[in-house]
Every structure is written in structure tokens, then in C-alpha cells.
Nanobody, 115 residues
Framework: QVQLVESGGGLVQAGGSLTLSCAAS????????MYWYRQAPGKQRELVAM???????NYADSVKGRFTISKDNAKNTMFLQMNSLKPEDTAVYYC?????????WGQGTQVTVSS
């Protein structure tokens, strides 16, 4: 089973940008689709974005126009480019190949946006 590890989080001011990475231990070519989720303190885990092998993407309304999901099959890595960050984007971000609450989940990567 392919293991996924998130990285790239950090502290950024509102309006700033971050790019998260989701590195796989094996090929992601056949993993379809892949997801980015996030969970803010005291809130439920929510779907942020998803991407299919065909390149179809979907986004939560709250991030449309600001976030871009992509994947590089050659590097076995999925990305989440986050622009125009807002304090409400503060959360732990997770990647996975299954929808929440199924499967096993990593520790995620913390994104903190200061106002």
C-alpha cells in the first residue's frame, strides 16, 4: 500500500502563499482520485480539493479561485498551491487517496495564517 506524507506547511501572513506537497512511497499513477482535506481546531475535517487521473479538479467553495491542486506522476507527488491565504484557512492539511473518514491518515501539515 502506498504511503503518503504531507509537507510544506508553515506560518504565513494573510494574503500570502504556500505550496503543500504530498509525497508517495510508490507510484500514484493509478491512484484515482486523490484528495486534500483540512481540519481546523474544533471543526470537522473537510474536503478542500480533489483531482482525478484525467486532470479533473474540484474545490470547496471556500477555496475556489485561490487554491490549485495538481499532481506529478513522474515524481509521485501531489501538490496544493494556496494563494491569497486567509486566517480561516488555518488548519492541519492532509492528503489521501480515500475519502474521510475511511482509510488511514497521516499526521498532516500545519498551516497557520496570521491576520
Amino acid at each position: 500500500q502506498v504511503q503518503l506524507v504531507e509537507s510544506g506547511g508553515g506560518l504565513v501572513q494573510a494574503g500570502g502563499s504556500l505550496t503543500l506537497s504530498c509525497a508517495a512511497s510508490g507510484s500514484i499513477f493509478s491512484i484515482n482520485p486523490m484528495y486534500w482535506y483540512r481540519q481546523a481546531p474544533g471543526k470537522q475535517r473537510e474536503l478542500v480539493a480533489m483531482i482525478t487521473n484525467g486532470g479533473t479538479t474540484n474545490y470547496a467553495d471556500s477555496v475556489k479561485g485561490r487554491f490549485t491542486i495538481s499532481k506529478d506522476n513522474a515524481k509521485n507527488t501531489m501538490f496544493l498551491q494556496m494563494n491569497s491565504l486567509k486566517p480561516e484557512d488555518t488548519a492541519v492539511y492532509y492528503c489521501n487517496s480515500v475519502r474521510w473518514p475511511f482509510g488511514s491518515w497521516g499526521q498532516g501539515t500545519q498551516v497557520t495564517v496570521s491576520s
